[in-house]
């Protein structure tokens, strides 16, 4: 059954752009594999709201996905963040049969633990995702 994750991880996967870069390494953020090439991208839902009518829930949601890119080198993130962006931004369709709207709303380069231990570099791009769940 399709629903959000399974729609942005078909969209990353119909980008051609960005599938030159990571292949199918699209990962929700609790799922990376321990030994991954790189570069790869991740993702997690950091907060969402529910739109309601007086009759109840209409099902519509405004959500806010933190897709992050990944890479041994600065510059290969940020080419990856560069082909989440166009693939990304400003995108209205249908993916895995679901309908949304996606508009980058914040994206910055990101220090972490992974830095220092695995030596990766990684691009933040939160993204605004609109869609109605089914």
């Given amino acids: 059954m399709a629903n ?6 078909a969209r990353a996967g119909a980008h051609s752009g ?32 529910r739109n309601h009518t007086m009759g109840g829930d209409t099902g519509l949601v405004s959500a806010m996905y933190r897709i992050e890119a990944w890479d041994a080198t600065q510059d290969g993130a940020e080419a990856v963040a560069g082909q989440l962006k166009a693939c990304f931004n400003r995108f209205h369709g249908t ?7 996606t508009i980058l709303d914040d994206e910055r380069d990101a220090t972490s633990l992974e830095q220092t231990f695995a030596r990766l570099f990684r691009v933040r791009c939160d993204f605004k995702v609109f869609y109605r769940e089914p």
């Fill in 4 to 9: 959000i994750k399974t729609a942005l991880v």
């Fill in 18 to 49: 960005l599938t030159a870069l990571i292949g199918p390494r699209f990962y929700a953020y609790n799922r990376v594999p321990q030994e991954i090439a790189t570069p790869y991208v991740t993702f997690q839902k950091t907060s969402s709201r």
């Fill in 95 to 101: 993916s895995d049969t679901i309908a949304m709207d």
